[in-house]
């Protein structure tokens, strides 16, 4: 379970990786956004092998480096957003299932049971206001997923920053 972080929502990923170890879900990883972010979750864990978990895989500056929020519908928001399915996808590829999980969600209870017993190539929670949510979904590696996200990274690309829920939603429609 990739999770996706810069340095202004270490607190989100400390609360959420507080609850994954409660629940003794170890399956996860730090994508790190920047700089920054591995160093400042180090000793979170309580052990060395905190640092093995987070990985910053950019070569080369990115955006907001300067440690501050990046505010939605920005260029450095929609940069950091469209890191996730870009993963996804490429994690697919690997043939490997993925969980994705935003940062400001707590495990009170271990889904992956559920999600295991559960049939489909993506599993979606859905959102009365917006349709799908892209918080929270498990992707398993098939042609299906990954043409889904093929979809959904062509619309980013073609719509910028804009919604990423509403990228998704319009995604899933095309795709269906």
Not at 64 to 86: D, E, K, M
Not at 96 to 102: F, Q, R, T
């Amino acid at each position: 379970m990739p999770l996706f972080s810069n340095r202004p929502f270490v607190p989100f990923l400390r609360n959420l990786v507080c609850s994954l170890d409660r629940l003794a879900v170890r399956n996860w990883f730090t994508l790190a956004l920047d700089a920054a972010t591995c160093a400042s979750i180090g000793t979170d864990r309580g052990s060395s092998s905190a640092a093995a978990e987070c990985v910053y895989p950019y070569m080369t500056s990115l955006h907001n480096q300067s440690g501050s929020t990046a505010r939605y519908g920005t260029l450095p928001f929609f940069w950091i957003a469209v890191q996730r399915p870009l993963w996804v996808h490429y994690l697919l590829g690997l043939g490997l299932s993925v969980i994705n999980c935003d940062l400001d969600i707590v495990w009170l209870n271990d889904a992956r049971p559920h999600m295991i017993r559960t049939k489909g190539d993506l599993l979606l929670q859905g959102d009365t206001a917006a349709g799908l949510n892209s918080g929270f979904y498990l992707a398993r590696p098939s042609e299906r997923a990954s043409a889904f996200f093929s979809v959904w990274l062509t619309d980013l690309e073609n719509r910028g920053p804009v919604s990423l829920t509403g990228d998704l939603r319009g995604a899933g429609h095309r795709h269906a």
